[in-house]
């Protein structure tokens, strides 16, 4: 056990965050993505919810402040009637970074599974709310 690091992290989570580069791009999936056959790198997080997993990496990762948009998610599909009410989750907790400009990059369907293959990892949750998917950019830790 480490002190200050959330419980909901496993190790293999923490490592692959600790391994990753500025600019590098980790994505967090839902119960519906499909995380297997789109991952390099793939860590498991069954059971978990997406807003108490990222709450807890994002006490660790640096958001990257030199992108536009370091977090976008899966935009809805045309004629979709579905209204994510989680991505206004998503944005409180992410305020917590200087670095989040506020708004979510919207990314169509197929282009986040793109923006998915190319990721360093891909974190595979138990979430059930549909369009739940993120990608999140890591910056940099400013010297003290």
């Not at 206004?88 to 992410?94: I, V």
């Not at 293959?117 to 549909?130: C, F, K, N, P």
Request: with cysteine.
């Amino acid at each position: 056990m480490l002190k200050g690091i959330p419980s909901i992290i496993s190790p293999e989570l923490l490592k692959i965050i600790m391994e990753m580069g500025h600019g590098d791009t980790i994505v967090f999936g839902d119960a519906n993505f499909p995380a297997v056959s789109c991952a390099k790198r793939l860590v498991r997080a069954d059971g978990h919810n997406m807003p108490e997993l990222l709450a807890a990496v994002l006490k660790l990762f640096p958001l990257d402040q030199y992108s536009e948009k370091p977090a976008g998610v899966m935009e809805v599909v045309a004629g979709d009637p579905t209204v994510p009410v989680i991505w206004e989750e998503y944005k409180k907790l992410l305020k917590e970074d200087p670095s989040f400009p506020g708004e979510l990059e919207m990314i169509p369907r197929f282009d986040f599974y793109e923006k998915t293959r190319e990721a360093y990892a891909v974190v595979s949750t138990g979430e059930s709310a549909l369009y739940a998917n993120v990608i999140l950019t890591k910056g940099v830790i400013a010297p003290e």
